[in-house]
């Protein structure tokens, strides 16, 4: 209990931040013509429903009651987040758009990795003696920045909009890449969490009709953050 509170705190901190920004926005409505937001995928595909309302739409949301039975605490604050712009976005009659990417992979701009290409570099180097239970969309970060540069100039930009390559399984990410990286010493033991790893599929029609190219592939993403991984001296 003490831990959920904890928790709760963190959610209302993001909540509070992007209450001032929405707000800042609106003060600011004869410059500010639209407002991208980038949430994520997990905003998306956690509920016991996944499985069978695939492919899920941007009109699918994720249950709040599903991330705390499976202590998704991520997930939970970014729904969060995402559903307090979207009311404030009612209020104040403001023109907002999401973008809604999945797990970001690609090349790394810091020197060191943020959250989810230092899940994918521990599993490469065998950190932790095992994979996370997780499937799910994956997309290169080349493509979200297309994704939110088109959501803000493309005028018929409009709700939710997913930006997602395939969905896949660690498991399968690490079958892909072994052949090719065979000095590496990939984790080969997949972890027990539950309530990441339900099988699910993502609708992309909505940014394709929106103009945007197709998406890099599985092979073209991990291929170009390990290359990445490497000239920063991380491999």
Aim: charged fraction near 25%; aromatic fraction near 12%; include cysteine.
């Amino acid at each position: 209990m003490q831990m959920y509170s904890f928790l709760e705190k963190l959610a209302d901190r993001d909540i509070y931040g992007t209450r001032n920004l929405m707000n800042s926005c609106e003060k600011s409505r004869n410059t500010v013509k639209r407002i991208v937001l980038t949430s994520s995928s997990t905003s998306v595909r956690y509920s016991y429903d996944a499985t069978k309302a695939s492919p899920l739409k941007g009109s699918h949301w994720s249950d709040l009651e599903y991330f705390r039975s499976f202590s998704i605490w991520y997930g939970y604050a970014k729904t969060l987040v995402e559903k307090e712009a979207w009311l404030i976005a009612a209020e104040k009659n403001l023109n907002l758009v999401v973008v809604i990417p999945s797990f970001c992979i690609g090349p790394i701009l810091s020197p060191k990795p943020t959250s989810s290409p230092s899940i994918f570099l521990s599993i490469i180097k065998g950190v932790h003696g095992e994979y996370p239970n997780f499937r799910g969309g994956f997309v290169h970060i080349d493509d979200v920045a297309a994704a939110q540069i088109l959501a803000m100039k493309e005028p018929k930009a409009s709700g939710r909009i997913i930006c997602s390559s395939s969905v896949a399984h660690w498991s399968e990410i690490i079958e892909m890449l072994k052949p090719k990286y065979p000095l590496y010493p990939f984790e080969t033991k997949c972890g027990s969490e539950e309530g990441r790893d339900m099988p699910h599929s993502l609708d992309t029609r909505k940014i394709h009709e929106l103009g945007f190219r197709s998406f890099k592939s599985l092979p073209e993403m991990f291929d170009d953050c390990i290359k990445c991984f490497k000239d920063k001296g991380l491999l």
